[in-house]
Every structure is written in C-alpha cells, then in structure tokens.
C-alpha cells in the first residue's frame, strides 16, 4: 500500500525567525519519495513556510485520512500564545502577539493524527525554542499521541539575533540520500551521532516508539479499515460505558470515547451524527467548568461545525444548525467569522425544503 509523506518546514519571517527550517527542503526533496515513507511507493507533500494555520491543519488532515503508512518531517519552532500558554508551531506570519491566531496549535497535531491505525504514523522532529517555550517544555512533555511514534529534538533558544540551522533533520536527510532507510529508531541515533558535537547535549531528545500491545484503539481502526463501522462503534461504545461507570460521565476517560465515536461518525459518513457527538462532548466540557477557549472546548466546536457542514439532508441541517450557532456563541473559535457563517448558512437553508 503506498506510504504518504508530509513534509512542514515553518519560522516566521523577520525578527522573530530562530531556525532557517525551509532551508531543509531542498535537501529532503532530492530523497525518493518510497525512502522518505519506507513504503514501496509513496505521495509526498510539501508545505514551505505556509502562511495560515487552517490550511495546515487541511493538508495535516488529508495526510491523517490516508490508507498506509504516514510519515510527517516537521522543522520549525515552537512558541507559546500568550493566553493559554500553549505550544504553537510558528508560522510566516507569527509574532510574540499573535501565536494564537497565526501560528499551528501542537495540540491539532495530536488530534488529527489520533485514530491512525498503531504503528503506521512516524514524526520525525527537529524544533527550535523560544525562552519561554524551553522553560515550559522543562515541565511538560511535547504530546505527540499516544499511537504515534515520534523521534527527533527540541533545541534551545540560539544566540541572541542569530538564526539556527536545522542541523537534526539535514543529517536525517543526509542519510536517507544514500537510498536505504534504516528503522526510525536507527535513524534517529545515526542522525544523533552526527550532530552529538553541535547540540553538546543541551537539546531534549525526542523519542517515543508508539502503540502498546492490546490498544482498544489499533482493534478499533483495524475495523475502520475493513469497513466494519458497526463494530468499531460498538467496540468503542462498550469503552465509554465502562469509563462512565468507573471515572463518570463528565471525565476525561469517558470524554474520551465520546470523541473517538465522533470521529467514527464521521468515517462512516454519517456527518450528522459526527456533529451531533461533537457538540454533546463540548457541552459537556463546558458543564465540567472547562473556559470556552479550553483547546479541547475548541475542538469540539471546531469539529462540530466542520461536519455540519458536511450533512446534506436539509432539515437535519437546521435542526443541528441552530444548536451549533447557540454553541458558536460561547465558543467562537480562532477562526475569525465563525458565527458569522453559521447564521448565514442557516439562513439559506430556512428557504430549502
């Protein structure tokens, strides 16, 4: 089955540049597409620089849906927003006072690669940090997902006005010109070996080889794959209930599942039911005393609205649409017109049968 590459090298432009990471494509780009999966064949696509982080996010979705292996080489470098206090990957466009609306969320990372089958998604990392971003990560692990396997570093602030280079992830492309791709772990130790005297040990070593034995998750995507929607649902189904009896209906177990069914919705087609999920879990969250800006919150929200607008039947539409615009008042998002959309689209379809 043919493997699919993500290549993502993003820093923003001016000043608040740390790392030259588009300067690794090129590099990257003269490997073969089958080396960079470790798959006979292989999709690649690339994103230099991109401006807007939704449009990530659709590239980063579309990687995540595909059958196969998937392999995503992010360079770049991490910065906090300002209020939450969260990783963000930078962008073209981001500054210290924009993190939030113009650089990519770490956590949209983890959500959309989440229900990859185990053992088929690999990140391979090389970031730079911000002071502040350093500080937080000394207390906080960089959550890739619990199925993903992810090797590479995180680097440290460099000199004041200078601007590093993405020394990890070139001898990773280095190696992999030579025509053979050993196994990621492999690859990650001889790429670490050839930078050893650079990083001189000052960088965190990223290295999480994924999914455990006995995963609900990985029996849930294998019935995904076979199409067997009605099981995985079941299957899942069976995990929230136990979650609810043991943790409650409003913990993070039981939520937990709830999500996952709404991504199984969705993969069944059933985008009503999807939306419909999404935006019980939200509410929920927000009952639970969670902020409107909370990132699962916006998720939720984020999610729900996406699928609504995937449902074709006209009266199930309205229905969804007016609890989705009540939603979208509380939790407006970082996109900016949410509301907005919801309103107008639901004025259109009063005037459908």
Partial sequence: MPGTVLLLAASPVGRGRLVDAASVLPVLAAVPPAVLSGADTANVVELADPLEPQAVLTRLRAAAAAPGPLTVYVTGQLQLDRRQRLPHLALARTTAATVRYTALPWHWIREELRLRPAGTT??????????????????????????????????????????????????????????????????????????????????????????????????????????????????????????????????????????????????????????????AVASARLAAGQTPDAPAVESAVDRAHHQWGQVKDAAAARRLGQELAGLRGRVPGRREGALDHVRRQLSQLQTQD
């Avoid at 070996?193 to 080889?209: I, Q």
């Fill in 122 to 279: 690999t990140l391979l990392l090389d970031l730079h940090a911000d002071a502040e971003s350093w500080e937080w990560l000394r207390a906080h692990p960089l959550d890739c997902g619990r199925n993903n396997a992810v090797y590479g570093r995180v680097a440290p602030p460099p000199a004041r006005r200078a601007v590093a280079q993405p020394a990890y992830m070139k001898a990773l492309a280095t190696i992999l010109r030579s025509g053979f791709r050993p196994p990621p772990d492999q690859l990650h130790q001889q790429a670490r070996a050839r930078t050893a005297p650079e990083s001189a040990g000052a960088d965190l070593v990223l290295t999480t080889p994924g999914p455990a034995p006995g995963d609900p998750h990985a029996a849930i995507s294998a019935a995904v794959r076979a199409g067997r929607h009605g099981d995985a649902d079941a299957l899942a189904a069976r995990h929230e209930q136990t979650a609810v009896q043991v943790h409650g209906p409003g913990s993070e177990e039981a939520l937990h599942w709830a999500e996952v069914r709404a991504d199984l919705a969705m993969f069944a087609g059933d985008a009503a039911r999807s939306c419909r999920t999404w935006m």
